[in-house]
């Protein structure tokens, strides 16, 4: 990567080129395949309701999705395809502002490193604000450079399509403009323009962008406000933050990581305006994202945050890159290239069902990328089978987006659901009339009712299956879809008509012998316990890879269940619990996957969730 002959920049330019449409053709191909994710769901179903802002994002997401689907159809590539776009832009805004500081060669490094950053690389693939908000940073940060050179018209209205983009892709935003005044009042020429008419202009425009967010807040109690600012985090010292380090150095690659921040700390020194504008920006929303890391939320997924601050030191790289060692060069370029294609690997990964069933019983499980289809399939086929006019209901806020995209039905009704008001999702539910009491629309028709199962943890399964027939009545025998071994858990019930009465609801089952992952050999035994709410039990039966191979003994005493489960109503308790042997003999070593299949008083047969096992000889 030599960077100061015109033979060197026509090479770094090819070579630029030639990355830029590889990467985006991947793209295409991954995008068309990658499985919903859950928030994408949700945007196309705002982008299907359209307004101004909505209880989570401003409006512009939204729009972008409704865009995609308007012009090529209710598909996934469709819906993801503004954001590609966008995404591609990135890089070659990249080398638009490196080339004004520094050069030729120094903008298409600039530009090949913003392609090999796995952050900015896999941009787009997500109908997600964070490539329309990468986009708004640089145009941002270009006027700015600008600005601070000569003050003109042109680049303060390139100033207020930054901020207006910014303001209208989300919240999170408001940290780039704060870094931004910040940097501006550092630089003395940064305080003159901050006087010009013309740059107050641009920034009135941006902030006017704010007002339908603004507004809708106004209208709503700030509910948005106090899920982005209050509600999500903890706003308690942790000491987790400290991970934001490995982890941005992991995310970013360690060699590309280093550089980006030594980078920016040499040029705060330079001769050259824009470039000491570059590393300011760039080192103080890395420097404000890793402080608000001990404060701020860890539940949800946080490690993009900094992309702004990356972005806006990869100019800088180049020249530090020049006065290093050649093997040094290729090896930062070498490791991003790798991480880009880990990250991009990992998409792939996701979009295969076999990958994914694999990885069940991972930490790493694409929870969010998995089983919307499986469970559009399976409503397909209950809805025909029932009467016409029968109103498909979601248990959460995630499940009806889900459906609602694969049935083209932005009004499928959702239950109230703490994941509702933890994803700040209820205050938007509300407003479209989505949250209708469950019995008030089973006295108006037909229902077919979906419930997330393993969207609540098992500890809270059972209080949330009694909270469902105090708000529906007694559930009756379910439709249980387990999705790739259970990890993903739907039940659908057939509620024709009300009823009242005790709750009866889906089986509970635990496997305490053997445990998860344990490694056990040819034969081994089996116990544990399992009941039916309101309904009982007869048998139960074990099952390897999806086969019943024992029935086990049921009803042995198991004391304690009704302490662990309060309101627990099983006309086998106490004796709900099981043992058996399995002979697995003719079954070859390794992993294998242990279940149950639990058969229902009334007939009724649902699969259990499996676990695996390790089998040796």
Known sequence: MRMQSEPGAAHAR??????????????????????????????WQEGQHL??????????????????????????????LPFLAVAALVPLLLVR??????????????????LLLPLAGTLGLLAVPDAMMALATLLCMDAGACLLRRVDALHALELALGLALGALSHYRFIAVIAVGFVALLALPEGRRVLKDARVLIAIALGAAAWTPLVWWNYDNADAGLRFQLVDRHPWAFHASGLWFI???ALLVTPLLFVGLLRAGREELRSPLLSARWFALLGLLVIAGFFALGFFADTERVSFHWPLPGYLAL????????????????????????????????????????????????????????????????????????????????ADNFKLGAELGFALDDPRIAVLDHPLNRKHGRAPQLHLWGLDADPRALVEQGPVLLAVGVSEVEFKHLHRRYLELCRRVGPLPAPRILNVDHGRQRLALFRIERPTNGACTAPALAWIDR?????????????TGWAFRQGVGLARVEATLDGR??????????????????????????????????????????GRHWLGLRLHGLDGAVEAWPEVPVDIRR
Do not use: C
Not at 51 to 79: C, E, F, K, N
Not at 97 to 114: H, L, N, P, Q
Not at 571 to 587: I, K, Q, S, W, Y
């Open 97 to 114: 502002i490196t080339r004004r500081t520094f050069g030729e060669a120094e903008a298409w490094v600039a530009g090949t490193f913003a």
């Open 548 to 589: 019943v191979v024992a029935a086990l003994k049921y009803g042995l005493p198991y004391e304690g269940l009704d302490a662990s489960w309060p309101g627990l109503a099983d006309p086998n308790a106490p004796r709900l619990g099981f043992r058996g042997a399995v002979d697995a003999t003719g079954v070859s070593p």
């Open 246 to 248: 490995a982890i941005q």
């Open 14 to 43: 090819r070579l630029f080129w030639a990355l830029w449409s590889v990467v985006l053709l991947v793209k295409l191909v991954v995008a068309a395949r990658l499985p919903l994710f859950v928030d994408e769901a949700f945007y």
């Open 51 to 80: 307004a101004a802002a909505y209880s989570d994002l401003p409006g512009l997401t939204a729009w972008m999705t409704r865009l995609g689907v308007a012009i090529g159809g209710q598909h996934l590539l469709a819906l993801r």
């Open 314 to 393: 990869i100019p800088l790289l180049p020249r530090l890159l020049g006065t290093a060692a050649p093997w040094l060069r290729r090896a930062t370029a070498a490791v991003a290239g790798v991480g880009l294609v880990v990250v991009l690997g990992y998409y792939v990964a996701v979009s295969l069902p076999d990958v994914r069933a694999r990885s069940a019983a991972e930490k790493w499980y694409p929870a969010n990328f998995a089983g919307w289809d499986e469970a559009a399939h399976a409503v397909r086929d209950e809805l025909r089978t029932l009467p016409a006019g029968t109103r498909v209901v």
């Open 514 to 526: 053997p445990a998860a992952g344990a490694t056990v050999g040819p034969r081994f035994e089996v």
